[in-house]
């Protein structure tokens, strides 16, 4: 079972899938909501930048638009990294 949800998003017009992992789609929630957007505008606007409704292609752009937005609001700091739990196989 997949820990990623479908949702389905208007861009150009056009209904497309996208399917994120729970963490994504928070963000792209809060996100929306800090700049004064639904979660379909801001999909749309990203959805312009892929030049491309494929939803694989927009489900990336999406993760890499969330981490960048967060990853620019922290404070920069000299030792950022945090220890990695890894689960053992």
Not at 52 to 70: M, P, T
Not at 76 to 84: K, V
């Amino acid at each position: 079972m997949s820990s990623k949800k479908l949702r389905n998003v208007y861009v150009a017009g056009k209904r497309t899938s996208m399917r994120l992992e729970a963490a994504f789609w928070d963000g792209l929630e809060e996100i929306a909501q800090r700049e004064g957007l639904t979660v379909g505008e801001l999909c749309n606007r990203l959805g312009e930048r892929v030049e491309a409704v494929d939803a694989s292609n927009l489900s990336s752009a999406v993760r890499v638009y969330v981490l960048e937005y967060f990853r620019a609001a922290m404070p920069q700091r000299e030792s950022s990294c945090l220890p990695l739990a890894v689960a053992a196989e």
